[in-house]
């Protein structure tokens, strides 16, 4: 049972870029797991406030994770994002793990766009976060971390003193975790002076949603196809891609089906000329809609090679949150307590007479539960 302190702290036992090249490796097996079972996010939604439940089985453990999100109520003591993480084994209803999430789920985000950057654009040099907070700082640090092209990081927010405070944490631990690795990182003075910011080669838009921030239709005038990363847009009526993206895109999704239904696709792929009726159709992860220029990251890993390869001048990675990433995180995170000797505490010993355990005064044979 890993509190947040205690999180950070495993984390801190190894070095950071290892951590990140794991998480990628551990999703990248994940989204090949012919035996994974996910369901689709599921919860409640009152404007920015939401608590949302997703979860996933495969052989060796099932996960379910809890997501509170109070941005109406964020302050020093109410944190904007808080998760929980409860991992059991598959076969016997024993938890293997119960973690703090609110480190581990925007690196698990930064290290899912990695997994798909890595097949369409593994070498970027520029690198622009538009929404500063901790999902946007994560991208970041992560990225900038795996990819030893990059040089140049740029932050834009709402805030301005967001954006440089970003902007000075980033550099400070990418110094601690690669020392003598030189990346210019920076912050936009205004929301509005964003200067070449799209014109740079990935785009990562990491807001809450609320509107469009992202309008591409200059960006013709740069050589090369841009990479946009749609981290922000995850629940039903959210977007942040404006309609000259979308007609000008190719999608890979984390979570088709999802997508189709909370992410970017749910605004995209209607404009795209997909129907309700194909929309409501489709129910897995993976899959290709529109002969391939929406499809799956499963299917972009198994058999994507055409993909990148299309006209369209930009790629829209849509990023609702896979379940299939958690068990991935899940499954790092045990590696990490194993190597460091943590002991397990017991947990559902699966004892008949468990009533009896905390009230003694219950007959024993009354207290076994079926």
């Known amino acids: ?159 301005p003193g967001r954006a440089t405070a970003a902007s000075k944490e980033v550099t400070q631990l990418i110094e601690r975790a690669d020392p003598g690795r030189v990346v210019e990182i920076v912050a936009c003075e205004s929301s509005d002076d964003v200067g070449d910011l799209y014109e740079s080669d990935v785009i990562v838009t990491a807001t809450y949603g609320t509107s469009t921030v992202c309008d591409l239709r200059n960006r013709a005038k740069k050589q090369g196809k841009a990479f946009i990363a749609a981290v922000g847009a995850d629940l039903q009526k959210k977007r942040e891609l404006d309609d000259s993206v979308y007609l000008n895109a190719r999608f890979v999704a984390d979570d088709l089906a999802q997508c189709l239904r909370q992410g970017e696709l749910q605004h995209a792929a209607p404009l795209l000329g997909l129907s309700q009726d194909e929309i409501d159709a489709h129910k897995t992860h993976g899959g290709r809609l529109l002969d391939g220029r929406i499809i799956g990251v499963e299917d972009l890993l198994a058999r994507g090679r055409g993909f990148g390869q299309r006209s369209e001048l930009m790629t829209v990675y849509d990023s609702t949150g896979f379940s299939g990433q958690d068990l991935a995180m899940a499954r790092v995170m045990i590696k990490l307590c194993e190597a460091r000797g943590l002991k397990r505490v017991p947990w559902n010993p699966g004892k008949t007479a468990f009533l009896a355990d905390v009230l003694p005064e219950v007959d024993v044979a009354r207290s076994q539960v079926t």
């Open 1 to 159: 049972m890993l509190s947040h302190a205690a999180v950070a702290d495993l984390i801190r036992s190894v070095p950071l870029r290892d951590f990140a090249s794991e998480l990628v490796s551990a999703i990248e097996a994940t989204y090949g797991d012919r035996y994974l079972r996910s369901i689709e996010r599921t919860g409640w939604t009152q404007q920015l406030d939401t608590l949302e439940v997703m979860g996933c089985k495969s052989v060796d453990y099932t996960c379910v994770k809890v997501i509170s999100s109070n941005p109406s109520l964020a302050s020093a003591e109410i944190p904007a994002v808080a998760g929980t993480l409860v991992c059991t084994d598959a076969a016997a209803d024993k938890a293997r793990l119960v973690c703090d999430t609110a480190i581990l789920t925007p690196f698990r985000t930064a290290a899912g766009t990695a997994v798909v950057l890595k097949r369409l654009k593994p070498r970027p040099v520029s690198i622009a976060i538009i929404g500063a907070g901790l999902e946007g700082a994560s991208h970041a640090l992560l990225l900038a971390l795996l990819f030893r092209d990059v040089k140049h990081v740029t932050f834009v927010d709402r805030d």
